[in-house]
């Protein structure tokens, strides 16, 4: 793969590709809270006010981003993908062709919520970007591709 001419991905294959992510992701957010709140108020033995819901809190919150965003750059540098992309038939690479570093997964990281929370722009500026990158692509030195079919 490295240093091969494939073809970038456009947006909607990416939004598909993270909707498959989502999937996993939520599966490993609701185990994440149940195991967080197992240790907070059974192992530790915090008291809950009467009448107040249990709550992960800060750190809680704070360690679940941190967990989905381990998962991201575990399977970027792994081998260039999550489940959802490669359902989809997407690696994302360094802009040389080769793998991605882990400082280039946690810069990509750190920045794909950014370019989504801005109303999409990050990820609709692949729409007008001549090499079909978004920003985060271009701030982290990556780039996601689409692979060829793998003939049966």
């Known amino acids: 793969m490295h240093n091969q001419s494939y073809p970038s991905a456009g947006l909607l294959r990416r939004l598909a590709a993270m909707g498959y992510d989502s999937l996993v992701i939520m599966s490993l957010a609701m185990l994440y809270g149940g195991v967080f709140l197992a240790i907070k108020y059974w192992a530790l033995q915090t008291e809950l006010p009467a009448g107040e819901k249990a709550s992960m809190g800060t750190a809680g919150f704070v360690g679940l981003l941190l967990l989905i965003e381990m998962f991201y750059w575990y399977f970027w540098c792994k081998d260039g993908q999550t489940l959802g992309m490669r359902a989809w038939r997407l690696r994302v690479r360094g802009s040389d062709g080769g793998p991605i570093r882990l400082e280039a997964a946690v810069l990509?990281?750190?920045?794909?919520?950014?370019?989504?929370?801005?109303?999409?722009?990050?990820?609709?500026?692949?729409?007008?970007?001549?090499?079909?990158?978004?920003?985060?692509?271009?701030?982290?030195?990556?780039?996601?591709?689409?692979?060829?079919?793998?003939?049966?």
């Open 108 to 152: 990509r990281g750190l920045c794909a919520p950014l370019s989504l929370a801005l109303a999409g722009l990050g990820y609709f500026w692949c729409l007008w970007d001549k090499q079909g990158k978004t920003w985060h692509d271009r701030l982290s030195g990556t780039e996601v591709v689409v692979l060829p079919k793998i003939k049966k």
